[in-house]
């Protein structure tokens, strides 16, 4: 006999119950979005470039307005500085107003030379192994990430942030915080501007971070040389939510294949082949549909005099780019 809402059977009062229970859920999620109250979350995985990276905040702000949130967050290079400020608390909006602030040509800071030569920067690339100190660019990174109050990586929430590195000693991708007690380094107490920096050092470009182990220094540069995208950082076997990718890059369909004409060619396409084969390998394995693939190849990497004319294409393209991908995600 029923008892159950008057109907005959519990299990199908029950049913009816659990619809419209997740009917008033779906309703009450979209009015919160729409007012601002609920956000959906997600983890986010931002790919290297260098000063390409104006178009990754270009897709942050859509994502951004499209009420995402972003729980966990990895890079590398470039896209290791986005995840640092959205780790930090930094609003799209507020991270492109650092960006606009900033005269890119004062990160780089060359070494004094006793003789003012032209070819003294080459010795020094021999000796210092890179062109730049990157002192400037570290100390800009920790001036900013100070606006939050957020110094080391005991500032913000654990788990949430990762950076890729190149450990070119032992041949090792580094992820920090997480590999860094491996090298005998509190991890709570590491400068998040110098993991930052680490992830950053492009080869040649910017002289290599030197960690002390042991007795001998290992030698670490820019993530990109061995995972510029590390789509797997999060996608371990313990996925908590859906994963979204941000990829300086056209998709594999949009790829023009390399021309290889010369020697020069050659050395560029074995470099990127190299440089992408770990990653590439990855995606291949998994549906592309949840990549935001944002074309930049007609750019340069460290072009640091770039005109605010070019730094505002790239943050459309990021844009454009999220508005096409976001309204089928």
Request: proline letters at 4%.
């Amino acid at each position: 006999m029923g008892f159950f809402l008057g109907f005959k059977k519990p299990t199908f009062a029950l049913i009816c119950l659990k619809v419209l229970i997740l009917l008033f859920f779906s309703y009450s999620v979209t009015i919160g979005r729409k007012k601002g109250d609920v956000h959906l979350l997600i983890d986010g995985v931002f790919s290297g470039g260098g000063l390409k990276g104006f178009a990754l905040v270009g897709a942050y702000q859509v994502i951004e307005e499209k009420g995402y949130k972003f729980k966990r967050v990895a890079g590398t290079s470039a896209g290791a500085i986005l995840a640092c400020f959205i780790a930090a608390g930094f609003t799209s909006k507020e991270i492109e107003e650092l960006l606009s602030e900033l005269d890119t040509l004062t990160l780089l800071d060359p070494r004094k030379t006793i003789l003012p030569l032209p070819f003294m920067k080459w010795i020094n690339l021999y000796w210092r192994l890179g062109l730049y100190q990157g002192k400037a660019l570290e100390n800009w990174f920790l001036e900013k990430l100070a606006l939050k109050g957020v110094y080391t990586f005991s500032d913000i929430e654990v788990g949430s942030l990762k950076l890729v590195a190149s450990d070119l000693t032992n041949g090792k991708i580094m992820v920090l915080p997480d590999d860094l007690e491996r090298y005998g380094i509190s991890a709570a107490s590491f400068p998040i501007a110098r993991a930052l920096r680490m992830s950053c050092g492009i080869p040649f470009f910017f002289e290599p971070i030197k960690l002390k182990v042991t007795s001998t220094d290992t030698i670490i540069v820019d993530g990109g040389v061995l995972s510029n995208f590390p789509m797997w950082i999060f996608d371990n076997g313990n996925k908590e939510r859906p994963i979204l990718g941000l990829k300086l890059s056209s998709s594999s369909e949009e790829m023009e294949p390399r021309k290889i004409t010369n020697g020069l060619n050659l050395f560029e396409a074995l470099f990127s082949t190299m440089k992408n084969a770990h990653d590439e390998r990855y995606i291949s394995r998994k549906i592309e549909k949840n990549i935001i693939f944002i074309p930049v190849e007609d750019y340069e990497a460290t072009q640091f005099d770039m005109s605010e004319d070019m730094k505002n294409e790239l943050l459309e393209k990021g844009r454009s780019r999220a508005i096409q991908f976001l309204k089928l995600w």
